[in-house]
């Protein structure tokens, strides 16, 4: 499966930014989705995951509460909304997929798809 993120952008701290991942190809059945992120000097790190079959999500501790990640089925996309962004929440976005859900879904090891990454930057 190929996907394709965007909506990444330059925000102020306290404002919002809606990332899409769209999925292309062999993309059908119980896919798990997520949505990772890596600042510079640091390691890629979870950020939130979304079963596609029936929609269980899972979030990182830091972004609960802030962030929503949601999906449309139909249209094989995938949505991180994020809300009361921070400074700290710069880094470089990346979406994943495996074929299916597992409950190491916050492990970059077990997704074997993965978009270009989109930049987020939160400052004044």
């Known amino acids: 499966v190929q996907l394709q993120a965007s909506g990444g952008g330059l925000v102020q701290p306290g404002n919002s930014l809606r990332l899409s991942c769209a999925a292309s190809g062999r993309s059908d059945g119980d896919y798990a989705m997520g949505w990772f992120r890596q600042a510079p000097g640091k390691e890629r790190e979870f950020v939130a995951a979304i079963r596609m079959g029936g929609g269980r999500t899972a979030y990182a501790d830091p972004v609960k509460g802030r962030f929503t990640i949601s999906r449309d089925v139909a249209k094989v996309t995938v949505y991180l909304q994020m809300n009361g962004l921070k400074p700290g929440d710069t880094a470089v976005y990346y979406c994943?997929?495996?074929?299916?859900?597992?409950?190491?879904?916050?492990?970059?090891?077990?997704?074997?798809?993965w978009g270009q990454g989109t930049l987020v930057t939160v400052s004044s």
């Open positions: 994943a997929a495996r074929p299916r859900w597992i409950t190491t879904y916050y492990s970059t090891d077990i997704y074997n798809s």
